[in-house]
């Protein structure tokens, strides 16, 4: 059974959405976005689209195009909205899993205030509880995160299965938890160069594959998120604690890496890939911000039989041994401050909200929440990180054996730390002459895309070389850029 207080504020926010005029077309207040998110309840929403708007989005694949929809949370209706596939999984035509949606709406009509929504496959299962529950630690722990739950969604009538409603970090999300909202905001989706905050000169180009400026200030002021990167790098070794922390929201940055580590949420730049995070920079204090995003791995103990969560990844000395290079992590290891300070936080984060007995019962009362609707659900049980899972009830004794290891060790490890564990050699940092290379490749496939060429398979040649970096292929790397270029050179004949 629900905690009283946890029903009571999920019945005092949906009155907030019960006394909206329905299909109104103004934006009800932030009670009834709350209401939306409210974490003790499933959705239920309604996409309509076009049967044949639906085929293009498909055909088009693994280019992901927009197409009208009608969209219906309630008796809210929003007929005028777009809508395309999101993620990297739901854009390889050959998907056999349900495929994540992102809704955007008009100016005119927003829906509770959001510019747009999304619906994630949880592909990874893991990801059903992972999100939500990472998201509600962090925001427990006082940092500014995206709110998530889940919702069941209906196609045309036809119910797709379980999806994590995911709240999206924009415009909206900055004016609603960041005190700066023309603050600017760069996302790092698939990595690529710099992504590592490794720094590789002061021209803004060299990084314009792994940021992403996500709204008009980032896209007038790269050149202070070039600067930022510099003084993470350069700085000199006792002046970097106070540089950091007058630029960089460091303490919150170190209990963010501490909740990655106790979750297992290793597809991050505080783990193994330098991706799926924002950097927020608040004009009015010159400060930035590490947001997390897409936290959909978590509580398993070996990824996809290779990346081994638990053993490699050290409470007290978090860098992972077998890790690319991390500037950012490193230099705070190597500053004996800083690293009593994240050693203090994160006991505090562990025996707040890591103790297995109390994160299971989390478990449990999800699994509850969402057993009815996974049972009818079309799609079947899968965690792509872990590909021996067979069922829901094995995936849930999986991540709190997990979690109860992962206690247990951090508790040693951060009692007794001991020598940092030997690393394994990572992958080579990236010179500036193949960052050049890169950038040559995308200034000719964008010329070649405005004289009306496809490029399609460019893109998907190049879609493998940020992983192939990440992970020290760099003859693969190179051989990807060849490939990359060769097919350019054909479109040119």
């Not at 809508?83 to 998907?95: A, D, I, L, M, Y």
């Not at 993470?232 to 006792?238: A, D, K, L, M, S």
Request: with cysteine.
């Amino acid at each position: 059974m629900l905690p009283a207080s946890t029903v009571l504020l999920g019945i005092l926010l949906w009155m907030g959405v019960a006394g909206q005029t329905p299909m109104a077309g103004t934006p009800p207040g932030a009670k009834a976005a709350a209401a939306f998110y409210s974490p003790d309840q499933v959705q239920q929403v309604h996409l309509t689209i076009d049967p044949g708007d639906l085929r293009r989005m498909t055909a088009a694949l693994p280019e992901r195009i927009q197409v009208p929809v009608s969209f219906r949370w309630r008796d809210i209706l929003i007929d005028r909205a777009s809508v395309q596939f999101k993620g990297n999984s739901s854009s390889n035509p050959r998907q056999a899993h349900k495929r994540s949606f992102l809704v955007k709406f008009p100016e005119n009509r927003r829906f509770l205030g959001l510019r747009q929504v999304s619906f994630d496959n949880a592909i990874q299962f893991g990801s059903l509880f992972s999100e939500p529950i990472i998201t509600s630690i962090l925001r427990d722990h006082g940092m500014p995160a995206h709110r998530a739950n889940h919702a069941r969604l209906y196609l045309n009538g036809e119910y797709r299965g379980v999806y994590v409603n995911v709240e999206r970090i924009d415009e909206v999300f900055l004016a609603s938890h960041l005190p700066d909202p023309q603050g600017s905001l760069f996302k790092v989706d698939l990595g690529g160069p710099g992504s590592n905050l490794q720094y590789l000169g002061d021209r803004p180009d060299l990084y314009s594959q792994a940021f992403e400026p996500k709204n008009r200030a980032a896209k007038n002021r790269p050149d202070s998120l070039v600067d930022f990167i510099r003084r993470v790098n350069q700085t000199g070794p006792g002046e970097f604690p106070r540089v950091l922390e007058s630029v960089f929201e460091s303490d919150d940055f170190l209990r963010t890496t501490a909740v990655m580590l106790f979750a297992g949420a290793f597809d991050q730049l505080t783990g193994w890939n330098p991706h799926n995070y924002f950097l927020y920079h608040d004009s009015t204090r010159n400060r930035w911000r590490y947001l997390p995003w897409d936290l959909d791995v978590g509580f398993c103990e070996t990824a996809f039989g290779k990346i081994r969560v638990l053993d490699d990844w050290h409470a007290a000395w978090p860098v992972p041994r077998t890790a690319p290079p991390n500037p950012l992590l490193e230099r705070i290891i190597a500053d004996p401050g800083l690293l009593k300070k994240y050693r203090a936080e994160a006991r505090k984060i562990l025996d707040s909200s890591f103790q297995p007995e109390k994160l299971c019962k989390v478990f449990d009362t999800m699994h509850a929440l969402l057993r009815g609707d996974l049972k009818t659900d079309p799609y079947p049980p899968r965690r792509a990180t872990v590909p021996d899972d067979r069922d829901y009830d094995g995936i849930i004794a999986s991540m709190k054996d997990f979690v109860s290891k992962r206690h247990a060790a951090a508790v040693r490890q951060l009692e007794e730390p001991g020598e940092r564990p030997r690393r394994q050699p990572g992958p080579p940092g990236l010179t500036p002459e193949l960052v050049a290379r890169i950038q040559q490749i995308q200034k000719r496939a964008e010329e070649t895309r405005r004289n009306g060429g496809d490029i399609a398979p460019v893109a998907r040649v190049m879609e493998k070389l940020g992983p192939a970096i990440e992970a020290g292929r760099m003859d693969e790397a190179e051989s990807i850029i060849r490939e990359a270029t060769r097919r350019l050179d054909a479109l040119g004949k």
